[in-house]
């Protein structure tokens, strides 16, 4: 299983490829999957029963998702991004990958992403989406406004990629969501320190939601649209 390639680099050169260098760096990239694989990757992706983005374990996950992570991490991806996003030798950097299968209204606040964190790639994954922008993702010119779009807002679905690199204004975010949005997230990071820590802080989150999950629920579930925090 491993020698299939289900996230080839050379689908990033699609004519409808957006890449921009301003305000920050990045890029967003369809049709990203082949359609002949959307059976497995849903029978194969974690049945996380609390919202948020949880640690990669191989062992929750079937093999067409470990093949999907394992293409996401190689070092001929990472230098297909670095070289969309002007970065020599992105494969340098450790790699944490993280998963979500649901998030509740108070995810999706717009932040910049964390200093610890070089680039961030979120490949989507979900069949279909409802007629709303909620939990579309958004790349904005500002912290505090939901509807300053840099380019059009990204509907989560199967094979949708949105890749960008870490800045002081690298602000994102998506409209308030209660439900499933599956994505994988990989992070290339500045340390193996960082990725230990980050690691442990969200084996801690996803136990502290097995057991309070009604209260995480509730908390910011009437968050302001334009809700905001750096990093």
């Known amino acids: 299983m491993n020698a299939v390639v ?17 305000p920050f760096p990045f890029f967003v990239a369809h049709g990203q999957l082949p ?14 029963a609390s919202a948020g983005f949880f640690p990669y374990d191989p062992e929750e996950c079937g093999p067409a998702i470990n093949t999907l992570i394992d293409n996401m991490t190689t070092p001929a991806f990472a230098r297909a991004v670095g070289e969309r996003l002007g970065i020599d030798n992105l494969g340098q950097y450790p790699t944490l990958v993280t998963l979500c299968r649901l998030l509740n209204k108070r995810h999706g606040t717009i932040h910049t992403d964390s200093k610890s964190k070089v680039v961030t790639a979120l490949l989507y994954l979900n069949s279909q989406w409802p007629d709303t922008s909620n939990g579309c993702l958004r790349f904005l010119h500002k912290i505090d406004d939901i509807d300053s779009l840099i380019v059009p807002e990204l509907l989560p679905l199967y094979g949708e990629l949105a890749v960008f690199r870490r800045c ?12 499933e949005r599956r994505v994988i997230q990989v992070a290339w990071l500045t340390s193996e320190e960082e990725k230990l820590r980050k690691t442990r802080r969200g084996t801690f989150s996803r136990a502290f939601k097995k057991f309070f ?4 629920t ?8 334009n809700a905001s925090h750096r990093d």
């Open 6 to 22: 289900l996230l080839d680099p050379a689908r990033l050169d699609r004519p409808d490829t957006t890449v921009r260098q301003q």
């Open 35 to 48: 359609d002949e694989a959307r059976g497995e990757l849903d029978r194969d992706f974690p049945r996380y």
């Open 168 to 179: 002081e204004n690298s602000f994102h975010g998506h409209l308030p969501h209660e439900g």
């Open 213 to 216: 999950g009604k209260l995480d």
């Open 218 to 225: 509730r908390f910011g579930a009437g968050r302001d649209r």
